[in-house]
């Protein structure tokens, strides 16, 4: 297994197949996409190549991530190589959920085992103010569409913003009473580009914890694949919360989770100072040279990111390198 020098063994690979998203968010991408057309993102076979070379180190699961990654015309086939790939046991994807009520059961029998949809509101005009897009009807008909799959896991992923969603908790809360969805409240990060907002927005996970603790809820153990969340669960209620807390003291000691970029970029961290890149050995389906940089790369990973002293590394927003 891939293993750092604080001995947190990784089993996780995040990979973004484009930085390209056709919403606006305002934490993310306030102006929209503002890349060129010279977009040259890593093709289908370097794909398979780069997931083949985890997997021999222990990569258990992916999560296939962008940008907005269904963009991609080929988007299918990215779930059936990862399908292919031994070893690789889950395979994830994180999306707007733009065209989820559409493709959801292609992607399903191709492969797909869970899937995690953006939705910051439950207001129909917010999500509108929010992603820019007025696709609120067609994204929650979607996460309706996932669950008659019968899909293993359903998450719904909300960025806390004061201004924005900071009194929908509780409706939250109601939403998830009869339906087996996990909603995963992020805490807002502060990038390169976001400090006024982050200012005026920034909400603790820890004070939801506390509320969710105070009324009955549990915490759940963590498996060894799982995201950063930490989870919580209800006798009353079919979904689950998970909070995900990258401000707290504790939050880098179970990281488990690497990146690879769109272009080829190795990051082993959200927040790293650049990127190493490995794309001219994805090429290889030897792999012998890829599988050999990354055991001696993760000996450079560092124990913790410097968040707290306002440090967000080369990140200037999250789509960059699929959060």
Known sequence: MLIDPTGREFSYLRLSITDVCNFKCVYCLPDGYQGGQ?????????????????????????????????????????????????????????????????????????????????????????FNTITGHDKFASVMSGIDTALETGIESVKINSVLMKQYNGQEFET?????????????????????????????????????????LQSGWQQVARSASAGPAQEFAHPDYQGKIGLIMPYSNDFCSTCNRLRVTAKGN?????????????????GDNANTALMDLLSRYIKTKKPTHLLHQGNTGITTNLSMLGG
């Open 38 to 126: 010279e977009r040259g993102f890593l093709s289908v076979n370097e794909i398979s190549n780069t997931l083949k070379a985890f997997a021999h180190h222990g990569i258990e699961k992916v999560r296939i991530t962008g940008g907005e990654p269904t963009l991609r015309k080929d988007f299918i086939d990215v779930i059936r190589v990862a399908k292919d790939t031994s070893g690789i046991k889950k395979i994830a994807a994180t999306t707007n959920g733009f065209s989820l009520h559409k493709n959801i059961h292609n992607w399903v029998d191709a492969g797909l085992n869970a899937i995690n949809v953006s939705i910051d509101t439950l207001d129909p005009r917010m």
């Open 172 to 212: 939250f809360l109601n939403w998830i009473k009869h339906r087996p969805v996990t909603i995963r409240f992020i805490e807002l990060m502060q990038t390169s580009d976001n400090k006024t907002f982050f200012d005026a927005n920034h909400v603790s996970g820890q004070s939801l914890k506390v509320k969710l």
């Open 266 to 282: 190795l990051h082993l961290c959200l927040f790293s100072e650049e990127g190493i890149s490995l794309r001219e050995y994805m």
